[in-house]
């Protein structure tokens, strides 16, 4: 792994792209809501190539920021509080906080009903909140696993654990060695379409480790439509992935 500089116009200026040769067949550039960019390139491909091939991707790699850039302005979901709002599966939920002698969180058609006895604490309810979509997620994923899993299970592999985290740059990821599955904490705001999408994707990963033709073959059989639920991913629901 190597980093290359490119300059960039205003306001980024000089920008690191993290470049990356593996064993793969196809040229992968990708900049993420974070801001990262990453190269991932074939083992044989030159120093000269990689320099030119950046280069002409300047006005593509600025455009992307420059999206994420707004989407960060527009971006009001920063803190659980009355009033704001969040996505829960591709929804928009408005949210409610009052008090309470309980602690308890309630999903009514497109509001959030968050009771708390410390309904004054921002703190207090934005770990009310985050131990609820920890478990609420976790709970839908199982079941969208438990639905798909199927499709691999007659090829002889057990239906694989999973493990719900924070992520910043991807929405899902694989173990086969530990036969887990793990899954972004923020997946949950998608549509079910696009959770569906992330979640074969890593199980497909079980029978094919690497992106090669096999890997989208099967996927594409699976299903025909994954390209465009993987762009509302990154180009739609990236915009909320803070609260």
């Known amino acids: 792994m190597s980093i290359r500089k490119l300059g960039l116009i205003k306001p980024f200026g000089e920008k690191e792209v993290i470049v990356e040769r593996k064993d793969v067949k196809r040229i992968r550039l990708k900049v993420f809501p974070t801001g990262i960019v990453k190269l991932t390139v074939p083992m044989r491909v030159s120093d000269r190539w990689i320099n030119d091939f950046l280069k002409s991707k300047i006005p593509w790699i600025e455009k992307t920021l420059n999206y994420f850039e707004a989407a960060k302005t527009d971006e009001s979901e920063t803190t659980i509080s ?8 591709g929804r928009q939920m408005r949210i409610i906080v009052s008090p309470a002698k309980v602690y308890k969180i309630d999903q ?33 994923f199982g079941e969208v696993i438990e639905k798909l899993y199927p499709i691999i299970a007659k090829y002889g592999y057990g239906q694989p654990s999973l493990h719900v985290r924070k992520m910043k740059t991807l929405w899902g990821s694989c173990s086969r060695k530990h036969h887990k599955i793990n899954l972004n904490h923020y997946l949950y705001k998608a549509p079910p379409p696009c959770v569906d999408y992330v979640v074969l994707h890593e199980l497909v990963h079980f029978l094919y480790p690497k992106h090669d033709k ?21 180009h739609e629901v990236v915009k909320g992935l803070r609260y």
Not at 217 to 231: A, S, Y
């Open 108 to 140: 009514k058609e497109d509001h959030l009903y968050i009771q708390s006895p410390a309904s004054e604490d921002k703190q207090a309810v934005q770990r009310q909140f985050e131990r609820w979509w920890q478990k609420q997620s976790k709970a839908y």
């Open 214 to 234: 096999h890997f989208y073959e099967f996927l594409t059989i699976h299903m025909p439509d994954w390209k465009e639920r993987k762009r509302i991913l990154d």
């Open 82 to 89: 009355s009033g704001v709002s969040t996505r829960i599966l």
